[in-house]
């Protein structure tokens, strides 16, 4: 089998395309070629084998880029000739596309600047919008295979404030911490000459200073946190935190206003820096992905409104009640409407979960969120967009029920044992060394709280779950919060959704193997075809050519077997083997649909399988570790026996379930006791996804639509779901691991205090060590599970 040169498609020898040595698929990817070619710019397939995608012809797509209002407001800056404009585009993936990409103004001297910010898959362009309008470099990008992705949550977003408090503090902790310990060395090592003597006190009060930025601004997240929890009775790791940098700082404030010490403020800072890092960890990991999105997401910006036969772009906000709009193949319906054209096929799978497009017929109601496939069709807005039953939908309380499950981290677990521990042991500190002296009772009581303060105890879990949410993120499974990690690591229950999850978008092919068919035999299947509802008849239906519709003479279905009719003076069978009369050489997981016409079988169609690769293997995987496995779906109960073949025994599989009842669905399961996964990738998987102990999204490109989730996951890591389930659990062993060496740490640092031998040098010893070899311990451990 051939390869295009360009795209890295199959190509079928006898519809290659020879150009210059090299083999292409189609005349676009040739053109792309020659583009390059001729531009100098043929490195770009040296960096990467078959880099580049098939460019699709998107001329009137963006018509509505000629309308200078809408251009305007998505562009990121705009004065005199000069604009800029950031564009999400969904192809990159490789540095050969980096390199096009901020290579472009060789293709079109206008553009002066472009840069590719690879993780995020977007490129910031700069351009003389005098020379080359918006609309011609969205064209261009799509003429060399990089269409952009435009959405009408694009169009409406609005400028995000950048919080960078979190590292304000994180400098001010860093500054007061370095300072202090560089100031403090003489302290440690009671240098006694004459010069330290006379400005110790000196050196003590610069401390001071160092400090109180320290204390009263970088340590207030965990003030705040402390006294939230305290008002709630949520404890949690943060009160023992607080208590330990209070302690600190008073204990360091009385040692040097009474001359004896140095006190703790190394210790403190240092704390309260290391702390804030582990915070700062878990913020940045993967923040360019939004896992709260809306329909508008989904929507486009504008669409063709028909007046008086010409055809001019509107928003889709000035959409109005009795507007006639053009939708054209693969175009998003965005209002409810009625049909004008005579039929039409809408693909509702994002929105319902049926896989199949449906059949509307002239003056029939079509709700917006359905795709039109096949040629263009004249629709009659009778909603505005805010009315639609989509945005309607997404409105709905099923849709935004908001889980009231109350999650409780193994550190908040660990801090309601601790801290009780903690305070008893200072307290009995305090009460034997009262007898001797209050002065050394006072030590030994701040001491405990000094060096048992849970540093070690509160850093391993941040560290961990940041260390694990950025190796999954390698892995294509992004995270929303470190929560998801805890409560993946629980899943008893695994809850698929069957359309767009277990089934792909790419990979739905029907292939015809056999004699030719002519065209008058192409017109007599097809009109009969059309009669038939089963899903196979309405996918075959679909690829079929257009041909004049004409009424049967004759037509039968016969549930399970397949249809028969006549169609001018022919005789047609359609559907199994044994139906039509052939012989079949049976191939797993493999459909064929029969083609018979007057007794003579002319050959059959083969629907690819169109569920993802690994399936069978994966869910056999999941069975073994003896998760509970379901399938819901939309559909009807068509492709039963396909997935029952690809299932484990005893997997349920439910048909016809609409939103609401996917939902209801997920809630009873919880009611007997069972932390359920729910794994979808449509709107009718939002309200499911959001009642589940744990929602992730599945999808072809995460930056693009995914209904609200705790997770999203790449479509081409699917498979290693098994993998990302006993990573969590892998991480849960680690902090429990880490919890044990904190302990240890703690019992040393404490029969100092309690001996009341804690000098500023060992805390300072101390706290650092058990900080590095937390960090080092959880990272290294990670790390391994990853591998492993």
Request: hydrophobic share 40%; charged share 20%; glycine share 4%.
């Amino acid at each position: 089998m051939l390869n295009c040169y360009h795209c890295g498609n199959d190509v079928v020898k006898n519809e290659a395309i020879f150009f210059n040595n090299h083999t292409f698929c189609c005349k676009g990817c040739k053109t792309v070629y020659d583009l390059f070619e001729s531009n100098g710019l043929t490195n770009y397939y040296n960096f990467e084998k078959n880099p580049g995608a098939a460019p699709k012809d998107v001329t009137s797509k963006y018509n509505y880029l000629d309308n200078e209002a809408i251009a305007d407001k998505l562009l990121d800056f705009k004065e005199e000739s000069t604009s800029i404009i950031r564009l999400y585009i969904p192809h990159i993936h490789c540095s050969s596309c980096i390199w096009i990409l901020e290579n472009l103004n060789t293709l079109n001297t206008a553009i002066t600047h472009s840069q590719v910010v690879f993780s995020q898959k977007k490129v910031s362009i700069t351009f003389n919008s005098t020379q080359l309008s918006l609309k011609n470099l969205v064209l261009l990008l799509a003429s060399i295979g990089y269409e952009p992705y435009i959405s009408l949550e694009q169009y409406d977003a609005k400028p995000k404030l950048i919080d960078r408090s979190l590292l304000y503090k994180i400098g001010v902790a860093f500054f007061g911490f370095g300072n202090i310990m560089l100031l403090s060395f003489p302290e440690y090592f009671n240098v006694n000459d004459l010069w330290m003597q006379q400005y110790r006190d000196f050196f003590r009060y610069v401390n001071i200073f160092l400090a109180l930025p320290v204390f009263l601004y970088s340590a207030t997240p965990y003030y705040k946190s402390a006294y939230h929890s305290i008002k709630t009775k949520a404890y949690n790791i943060d009160i023992p935190m607080a208590l330990g940098i209070i302690v600190m700082f008073v204990r360091s404030m009385v040692d040097i206003f009474v001359q004896d010490g140095a006190g703790f403020l190394d210790s403190m800072c240092g704390l309260v820096f290391f702390m804030l890092s582990g915070k700062l960890i878990q913020q940045t990991t993967y923040n360019f992905l939004s896992f709260e999105r809306d329909y508008k997401s989904y929507f486009p910006i504008a669409v063709t409104k028909i007046q008086n036969t010409t055809e001019i772009p509107i928003q889709v906000y000035e959409i109005e009640k009795g507007n006639q709009l053009l939708i054209r193949n693969e175009e998003l319906i965005p209002v409810d409407a009625i049909l004008i054209s005579d039929t039409a096929f809408i693909d509702y799978s994002f929105v319902t979960g049926e896989a199949v497009p449906v059949e509307k017929k002239s003056g029939d109601k079509i709700y917006a969120g359905g795709k039109q496939v096949g040629n263009a069709v004249v629709i009659e807005a009778i909603n505005t967009v805010s009315q639609s039953y989509l945005t309607q939908l997404w409105s709905n309380d099923v849709f935004q029920k908001k889980v009231t499950q109350k999650i409780q981290t193994i550190t908040d677990k660990a801090s309601r044992i601790f801290t009780p521990v903690l305070l008893a042991i200072a307290l009995l500190g305090f009460i034997f060394w009262s007898f001797t002296s209050f002065n050394d009772a006072f030590n030994v009581l701040t001491a405990v709280l000094i060096v048992a303060c849970p540093c070690a105890l509160a850093l391993t879990a941040p560290y961990t779950w940041g260390n694990v949410i950025r190796l999954m993120g390698k892995r294509k499974l992004y995270l929303k919060n470190t929560a998801v990690i805890e409560q993946l690591a629980k899943v008893d229950t695994i809850v698929f959704d069957k359309t767009g999850t277990l089934t792909s978008n790419n990979n739905q092919q029907i292939k015809y193997y056999g004699d030719v068919l002519l065209k008058s035999d192409l017109m007599a299947v097809k009109n009969i075809v059309r009669g038939s509802n089963h899903p196979l008849s309405r996918r075959l239906y679909m690829i079929l050519p257009e041909v004049s519709i004409e009424k049967p003479l004759f037509y039968n279905e016969v549930a399970g077997k397949g249809i028969e009719g006549s169609f001018q003076n022919q005789n047609i069978k359609i559907g199994s083997s044994s139906w039509v009369g052939a012989t079949e050489s049976s191939e797993i997981n493999q459909t064929k649909v029969y083609i018979s016409i007057n007794n003579v079988v002319k050959g059959y169609y083969v629907f690819e399988n169109e569920y993802r690769e690994g399936i069978k293997e994966l869910f056999k995987t999941l069975k073994h570790k003896n998760y509970k496995l379901f399938v819901l779906s939309g559909d009807n109960n068509g492709e039963q026996k396909m997935l029952e073949r690809l299932v484990p025994e005893h997997t349920q599989l439910v048909f016809n379930q609409k939103p609401e009842d996917k939902l209801h669905f997920i809630k009873k399961l919880q009611e007997q006791n069972n932390n359920v996964l729910m794994i979808g990738d449509g709107l009718n998987d939002a309200g499911a996804l959001a009642q589940s102990n744990i929602g992730i999204s599945i999808s072809e490109n995460v930056n693009v639509f995914t209904p609200a989730s705790d997770a999203i996951l790449d479509a081409t890591s699917f498979n290693r779901l098994p993998y990302f389930l006993q990573f969590a659990k892998n991480a849960m062993k680690t902090i429990k691991m880490s919890y044990c060496l904190a302990i240890a740490y703690n019992i040393v640092g404490i029969s100092f205090a309690l001996s009341n031998n804690l000098s500023p040098l060992v805390a300072a010893i101390i706290m650092p060590l058990s900080t590095a070899t937390i960090i080092s311990f959880v990272t290294i451990m990670s790390n391994f599970y990853a591998k492993k």
